[in-house]
Nanobody, 111 residues
Framework: QVQLVESGGGLVQPGGSLRLSCAAS????????MGWYRQAPGRQRELAAL???????IYPDSVKGRFTISVDNAKNTMYLQMNSLKPEDTAVYYC?????WGQGTQVTVSS
């Protein structure tokens, strides 16, 4: 059974950076789609970054140029590097892989 464990959230000032991690067990990442989603209070869960297949990524306009999704296949861990963070990036961030969701990690951008 696939399990995903996230880490790396926290409180950061506007303009700051965070890196989220998502460690997977039960299934290797190789070649599968995977992604990060986020859900702000009172809003629907939305895509933050997606790896469709190796070498192909998708970002919504709201994070393009600021967020980078990557994967370390040797560690079976997925990352989301978030730079130039804005208050509107505040949300619970979830990783998604193989039909499973991580537990979520809170990211708060505030001065």
């Amino acid at each position: 059974q696939v399990q995903l464990v996230e880490s790396g959230g926290g409180l950061v000032q506007p303009g700051g950076s965070l890196r989220l991690s998502c460690a997977a067990s039960g299934q290797s990442f190789n070649g599968y789609a995977m992604g990060w989603y986020r859900q702000a209070p009172g809003r629907q869960r939305e895509l933050a970054a997606l790896i469709e297949r190796p070498g192909s990524t998708i970002y919504p306009d709201s994070v393009k140029g600021r967020f980078t999704i990557s994967v370390d296949n040797a560690k079976n861990t997925m990352y989301l590097q978030m730079n130039s963070l804005k208050p509107e990036d505040t949300a619970v961030y979830y990783c998604y892989f193989y039909g499973r969701w991580g537990q979520g990690t809170q990211v708060t951008v505030s001065s």
